[in-house]
């Protein structure tokens, strides 16, 4: 199925339930990496099941001491002479790590082989089932691994974190060893495009739940109504601007989302190689943004539904305080929004000598002619962030890439609206 | 940058919803309109605020003490 409709699709299971919705995004990444790096054994035995959604799958990354930084983690992978690996280790905050709606859990493990590369490059992929299949494929014996604890947390408190203590558990190789780090990356860019989703499909709940207050609660008098008349708070300006505020971001934040999953089918499938690559970096450049700019806002828009509820909102009963809760996280897994700030400046828009990024404001600046043609206001509106001097954004990337020591030398993109 | 992309996708939306007017489902894209608009005047100043932070220069985070 193409990304751009399953996105439409996966907003939605976000505005029903994050903490659930969780369970089968990690079940789909381990789904893709398999299929781009399992063994066709692997394949045979876990990608139906996973599918199908008999099994789930889950991602085992973080670490005490290892949270934003990845290569910092210690667990081990030892070979045995069978071929399969002796896992140990302490992992934390792995989400749906434990439960019983499946019938068994595919832990995907990041380790370490003895005498591997220190930091991220000497680091391996492992597949660790809770129940290692027999030779039929059905769940057998229990691997040894323990769950430790289930965190206490703000929010998503429908979706098990999970403290794991592997001891000597019985792991298989996904890929090759030492290339763990590069096959993760290949699923986190998705990833951060599913997080950012969140942002737009809890955000969409938060202000269905709080327009439709708006629209029976009567508070005050607006301006307008008659003496003694209790007014619909919808009526109130105030009130207005909010659901306004929230209205607007969602719409932007859609149409950002799925003009990014739009690009992502195009640079897998698009026949011509030149469409392809174009695509290809217009998703690089595009993922940070969509993952921070959309979880931030989701953050902002879920605050305001409670905002928009008042004091009913503070209080359980209306639901408004769930949503609050429930996606202040996605400002903070699948890379914090200040990796992704860092990601954006130091590795994206330095991309392909910075065409990407230029081509990018180009298509904008076009966007705002064409809106001020029409509409000389709207359009005068879309021009006016870059009504400052001309040179001030180039000469401020250019010093950031410079201070960053960023060897590549790239295109300092044109003024973009002149 | 989310915030300008956030713009140049709301003035296409206009310009889409500008253009399929006539014979089309009106309500729907006069909101389409309306929202774009409001984007436009109401949020997208966030942009050239954002931009003037950015641009200031390192020395207010380097300098602070805690």
Redesign the interface.
Same mark, same amino acid.
């Given at each position: 199925m193409p990304l751009l409709v399953g996105m439409c699709v996966h907003e939605m299971f976000k505005s029903a339930n994050l903490a659930m919705s969780l369970c089968t995004m990690l079940t789909q990444a381990s789904i893709d990496a398999l299929l781009e790096h399992g063994s066709p054994d692997q394949r045979a035995l876990y990608l139906e099941k996973l599918v199908t959604g008999e099994w789930s799958g889950t991602m085992c990354l973080t670490e005490p001491h290892a949270g934003s930084d990845v290569g910092a983690l210690t667990s081990k992978a030892v070979r045995q002479e069978d071929g399969t690996y002796r896992i140990t280790g302490q992992k934390i905050f792995i989400t749906w790590g434990d439960q019983d709606l499946t019938d068994n859990i595919v832990q995907l493990v990041l380790a370490r082989t003895p005498g591997s590369a220190p930091g991220t490059k000497g680091i391996s992929l492992f597949l660790v089932p809770k129940f290692l299949p027999d030779s039929s494929g059905a769940p057998g014996e229990r691997n040894s691994y323990e769950i430790v604890s289930i965190e206490h947390k703000l929010g998503i408190h429908g979706s098990p974190t999970c403290v794991i203590e592997f001891d000597g558990a019985t792991g298989y190789l996904v890929g090759e060893e030492q290339q763990g780090m590069r096959y993760m990356f290949t699923m986190m860019n998705t990833a951060r495009i599913e997080v950012g989703a969140e942002g737009l499909g809890v955000g969409e709940r938060a202000y269905q739940k709080a327009l439709a207050f708006a629209k029976e609660r009567q508070q005050g008098r607006a301006v307008g109504a008659e003496p003694g008349e209790s007014s619909l708070i919808i009526e109130h300006p105030d009130v207005r601007?909010m659901l306004?505020?929230m209205?607007?971001?969602l719409?932007?934040?859609r149409?950002?989302l799925y003009?990014t999953a739009f690009s992502v089918d195009n640079s897998r499938h698009h026949s011509s190689d030149e469409e392809r690559a174009f695509h290809s970096d217009r998703v690089a450049l595009?993922t940070p943004?969509?993952k921070?700019?959309?979880t931030?806002?989701g953050v902002e828009i879920a605050s305001l539904g409670m905002q928009v509820h008042g004091g009913m909102g503070y209080v359980e009963e209306t639901g408004a305080a769930q949503f609050y809760r429930d996606i202040r996280i996605s400002p903070i897994y699948e890379g914090t929004n200040g990796i992704q700030a860092i990601d954006?400046v130091l590795r994206k828009i330095p991309l392909s000598s910075g065409k990407a990024v230029s081509s990018?404001l180009t298509?904008?600046g076009r966007?705002?002619e064409?809106?001020a043609a029409?509409?000389q206001e *709207?359009?005068g *509106?879309?021009r006016?962030?870059r009504?400052?001097p001309v040179d001030?954004?180039p000469?401020?990337l250019h010093s950031a890439s410079t201070?960053a020591n960023i060897r590549t030398r790239w295109q300092v993109p044109p003024p973009i609206w002149s | 940058m989310g915030t300008l992309a956030g713009g140049w996708l709301m003035g296409r939306s206009w310009i889409v919803a500008e253009g399929l007017a006539a014979g089309n489902d009106e309500d729907f894209l006069e909101a389409k309109k309306s929202t774009a608009s409001f984007y436009l005047s109401q949020i997208l100043p966030r942009a050239g605020a954002l931009e003037a932070a950015v641009t200031a220069g390192s020395a207010p985070l380097t300098g602070a003490r805690f």
């Open positions: 601007r306004l505020t209205r607007a971001l719409e932007a934040m149409a950002l003009t595009l943004i969509v921070a700019w959309l931030d806002r954006l990018l298509e904008m966007t705002a064409e809106l029409i509409n *709207l359009g *509106l879309l006016a962030p009504s400052r001030a954004r000469t401020g201070r | -």
